[in-house]
């Protein structure tokens, strides 16, 4: 072999790493909010509803290519080296994306959760909030669902939600909503007990 | 070169450290092994006893000379030992006045001289009469002999796992055990890992050939006298052979005895960790000025240790009382202050504890510290703060420990807790509310409850019951339970009966003691089942209805 400078290097490349993830995260767009969690071993995982029905969720493998010739090393750049680390992200992040939403997806058909057709309306905003469960802090605070939508979609659901704040019919509805959520909040709350 | 590491690790090994590995041979050879001393007194020169597999007695008396020669002098000093090996009748439960054979082991060489005075002292005891009067020996070059032919022949050749050897032979022996690196070499000598086609007599000489494996990464270790670090891989030889035969479904002699011997070096390691903490004057380790991050976790390791050996000392009756009584007066009921809940990692220490002083105490102090350490994970894991959780019992107290210096850096480095919250979930809640039930502390657990349904109650079940055993195992499902918001008394204690042991071999069943050492040092096979079935086994108190045990 040549000689070689591998300690160093390696701290390199923990650094490469680290851009990484963040071009990841930077492509991940919301769902790179969500807390990330480490599991050991096996295969899947699974959740056993309190019903006693169990979502099971296979491990899915997420991958990208980067590929570097050796005749490029010569004049590589950290900015090339960055470039090529932020399509191979990309390429992950698209991949992570896709499995996300295809989950959550099965997950709510499989619960019956889906509120579907017609256009992105006020009056549809309040039926899907109307299906989901919401929880409220010590303070009474809502804690609010995220709504992932096309960016192409933002100003219309800019201009619908701002319905609900200007229309009487509209904003009287939302706050019946909450107020059910509220109290469907309180009657979890109380049925956390071991009775008997 | 696997010759040579055999050959270095045979000319550097104590008699100690070398004895287990000697009876491991005898076993691989069709030896039966009646008596093998570590902590018992001196069986009247005889360290080990045995049957030949024609049935003949033998006894064994093993000396440490490695890299050296027995000499002369060092015969004349044991030369009553000796007398004593080659005299005395064997006294053991299963001999019935019957000659032995004598053999002195040694692993280095003898001396032409030593060797004239063992061949003058055998014709002393044939003018005397003896009916087996000849001092046979075994060292350096049949010891060789056997390790390589048993040992090394069969271990694996992979470059992968050449290095992994390496790096443990080189491993730092006072260090903890490196169970993630001696996971992937054990796997593949026995079969773990891969569905090669082998046959059962196989399969046994490579269980032989992993405890001479075994004795030998351990080199360093004992080297150091790390008990912990040699408990920790004998328990891991232990438990990866109760996977293999549970794979294979192997039973008999060999499977018994090979699992016993490397059970009794893993209690000797404690023993002996239990003899070096009560002579202490503190429980500082090396680097003092770093110690102090690190002193309540090994606080909490010794306690829980110490209390599944003082288990062991009362059901094995009078031998070691001496040591059962300095155990007690080193584990302190209320905890000793310095004891720590770090991680959802260190309850089965915390679990050692708790049965310990319910044996030892009728007052409900046990039963309130079980309730404090189930409220503390409750209460903390369902507030769901970033950065404010027990961390699972994948991670160690190092981890932890790393993730403090992570972010003291400036969050610059590794965070060994990267992606480690598991959001509002607990490993051990559900197996501690489950004990807290059979106490009757029904308030306590009405108080915990609301709490308790905020967190996704998390195990792992591996894909087969043999990969229970496993440092990690490739098949199998981590599961999370989400429970009723409500639930009543009489439903909990139903659920609070079932000591079946479901999902763990019968081998770790078997012998609940082995089982708690298990989930010390692998606090992620924990699961509610295994948590359960120790209560019932290791705690008398029980006051709901009775256990369903299948």
């Not at chain 2, 009748?89 to 019935?96: K, T, Y």
């Not at chain 2, 009067?133 to 060292?139: A, G, K, L, Q």
Request: glycine share 6%.
């Amino acid at each position: 072999m040549l000689p070689d400078y591998v300690k160093t290097k390696s701290e390199v490349q923990g650094l490469y790493n680290d851009l990484f993830e963040h071009y990841l995260k930077k492509h991940s767009g919301p769902i790179s909010e969500i807390r990330s969690y480490k599991v050991f071993e096996g295969e899947n995982t699974s959740i056993i509803r309190p019903e006693g029905h169990e979502d099971i969720t296979q491990m899915q493998s997420a991958s990208s290519t980067f590929e570097l010739k050796y005749d490029e090393v010569p004049s590589l750049t950290l900015e090339k080296i960055a470039y090529k680390l932020e399509s191979a992200a990309k390429e992950m992040a698209d991949q992570q994306v896709q499995h996300f939403y295809e989950t959550i997806s099965k997950a709510v058909e499989s619960a019956g959760n889906t509120v579907s057709g017609g256009p992105l309306t006020a009056e549809r905003i309040l039926e899907v909030m109307e299906t989901i469960q919401i929880d409220f802090d010590k303070n009474g605070q809502a804690t609010l669902p995220q709504i992932h939508i096309g960016p192409e979609q933002e100003d219309l659901l800019k201009r619908e939600f701002s319905r609900l704040e200007t229309e009487p019919d509209l904003k009287d509805r939302w706050t019946q909503v909450m107020f059910q959520h509220r109290e469907n909040w309180r009657a979890r709350e109380n049925s956390r007990k071991l009775v008997g | 070169m696997l010759e040579r590491i055999v050959e270095n690790w045979l000319d550097s090994a104590s008699e100690r450290s070398y004895q287990n590995v000697f009876c491991q041979m005898l076993i691989a050879q069709g030896y039966t092994i009646l008596h093998n001393t570590r902590h018992s007194p001196l069986e009247m020169g005889k360290d080990v006893i045995a049957r030949d597999p024609q049935g003949q007695l033998v006894a064994y008396q093993l000396k440490g000379n490695p890299g050296n020669r027995l000499t002369l002098r060092q015969y004349r000093d044991i030369q009553n030992q000796i007398i004593q090996l080659v005299t005395q009748p064997v006294s053991h439960p299963n001999v019935q006045n019957e000659v032995h054979h004598s053999y002195l082991v040694t692993n280095g060489e003898i001396d032409e001289e030593a060797q004239l005075a063992i061949a003058q002292q055998t014709e002393g005891f044939r003018q005397s009469g003896y009916t087996e009067p000849d001092v046979r020996t075994i060292s350096r070059g049949q010891m060789l002999t056997w390790a390589n032919e048993l040992g090394q022949s069969l271990w694996p050749s992979e470059l992968s796992d050449i290095n992994t050897l390496l790096e443990l032979l080189i491993y730092d022996g006072k260090d903890f055990f490196p169970i993630d690196k001696a996971d992937s070499l054990f796997k593949n000598l026995l079969n773990l890992s891969n569905s090669d086609d082998i046959t059962n007599p196989e399969i046994i000489r490579r269980i032989s050939s992993c405890a001479i494996l075994t004795g030998i990464i351990l080199k360093n270790f004992y080297k150091e006298e790390n008990h912990f670090a040699i408990f920790s891989c004998w328990l891991l030889y232990y438990s990866y052979v109760i996977s293999t035969t549970e794979k294979h479904n192997l039973t008999g002699r060999i499977i018994d005895e090979t699992l016993d011997i490397s059970k009794s070096e893993a209690i000797g390691s404690l023993i002996d960790l239990a003899k070096e903490v009560i002579s202490r004057d503190h429980l500082v380790e090396g680097n003092a000025m770093a110690d102090t991050l690190f002193y309540s976790a090994r606080t909490t390791l010794l306690t829980g240790l110490l209390s599944v050996l003082w288990f062991h000392i009362e059901a094995s009756g009078n031998i070691l009382n001496e040591l059962k009584i300095e155990i007690e007066k080193f584990i302190k009921m209320p905890p000793n202050n310095h004891m720590n809940l770090w991680g959802e990692g260190a309850v089965p220490q915390w679990l050692a504890y708790y049965w310990y002083i319910r044996r030892k105490s009728a007052t409900m102090v046990p039963d309130v510290l079980l309730g404090q350490l189930l409220s503390k994970i409750v209460n903390r894991n369902s507030s769901n703060i970033e950065d404010d959780f027990f961390p699972t019992p994948y991670y160690s107290i190092e981890d932890i420990v790393g993730h403090q210096l992570f972010i003291l850096n400036g969050s610059k480095g590794v965070d060994p807790l990267k992606d480690g919250n598991p959001g509002l979930a607990s490993y051990m809640s559900e197996g501690l509310l489950h004990l807290l039930c059979r106490s009757l502390h029904k308030q306590t657990c009405k108080a915990i409850w609301p709490n308790f349904t905020r967190l996704g109650h998390t195990s792992f079940l591996p894909g087969s019951k043999w990969e229970y055993c496993l440092w990690r195992s490739e098949s199998g499902r981590e599961v999370m339970v989400q429970p009723e918001l409500t639930k009543t008394w009489d439903q909990l204690c139903y659920e609070a009966r079932d000591a079946t042991g479901a999902g763990i071999p019968d081998r770790f069943l078997n012998d609940p003691i082995m089982l708690l050492l298990f989930l010390i040092v692998f606090p992620h096979r924990a699961t509610p089942s295994a948590i359960r079935y120790l209560g019932y086994k290791l705690n008398k108190c029980w006051f709901i209805q009775p256990p369903i045990t299948n």
